[in-house]
């Protein structure tokens, strides 16, 4: 015997969309999300030469070949707080700051911009004398430095492993009476 349902199928789909409006609704109730950080182009060009200064291409794949201004601007959309927004935020404009001869950091050539980074760089080590200006720049730099070798491309053709390199060339001649006996049998 079949049983019948106490609901029609009308009902059910009535129900079942009223609960996926309840939930959508719901899910705009919680807490304002905040608004995507992006970038200005201004501090996209400094992300972008400061990765590129940083984790220079020559002859493998550098940061700009990785993407890793890119991924860098959608982490702080996508994953990071406020707080942390605002902390690598302020590390860019810092490096920002930086300029040579009049020329800001993000217009200077790349020989330039290295100086400048890694003279920048030794004055932020002292986290204890910079305070937060040197923990977010630290934190930007460790974030380029893990977004790029861990970038598909970094992983595909940086960190690619020889595991035999040209060969094995024993230093003394591998004979019987040089090999390691197990079981003596005369």
């Known amino acids: 015997?079949?049983?019948?349902?106490?609901?029609?199928?009308?009902?059910?789909?009535?129900?079942?969309?009223?609960?996926?409006?309840?939930?959508?609704?719901?899910?705009?109730?919680?807490?304002?999300?905040?608004?995507?950080?992006?970038?200005?182009?201004?501090?996209?060009?400094?992300?972008?030469?400061?990765?590129?200064?940083?984790?220079?291409?020559?002859?493998?794949?550098?940061?700009?070949?990785?993407?890793?201004?890119?991924?860098?601007?959608?982490?702080?959309?996508?994953?990071?707080?406020?707080?942390t927004r605002t902390g690598l935020v302020s590390a860019i404009d810092a490096i920002g700051a930086l300029h040579s001869a009049g020329v800001g950091f993000s217009l200077a050539d790349p020989t330039t911009q290295s100086r400048l980074l890694e003279t920048h760089d030794i004055d932020m080590m002292d986290i204890e004398k910079q305070g937060d200006e040197g923990r977010w720049y630290l934190a930007l730099k460790n974030l380029l430095i893990a977004g790029f070798y861990h970038s598909e491309i970094a992983l595909n053709r940086e960190l690619d492993w020889d595991h035999d390199p040209g060969g094995w060339t024993p230093s003394i001649p591998l004979t019987r009476a040089t090999r390691v006996q197990f079981w003596n049998r005369g």
């Not at 220079?56 to 982490?75: E, F, K, M, N, Y």
């Open 1 to 83: 015997m079949i049983r019948q349902s106490a609901f029609s199928r009308r009902e059910i789909l009535r129900n079942s969309l009223i609960s996926a409006g309840l939930v959508f609704a719901a899910s705009g109730c919680s807490e304002p999300q905040s608004k995507p950080l992006g970038l200005s182009e201004e501090r996209f060009a400094i992300l972008a030469a400061t990765s590129n200064a940083m984790l220079p291409g020559g002859d493998g794949t550098g940061a700009l070949d990785a993407g890793l201004p890119r991924i860098v601007v959608d982490l702080l959309d996508e994953w990071a707080s406020a707080q």
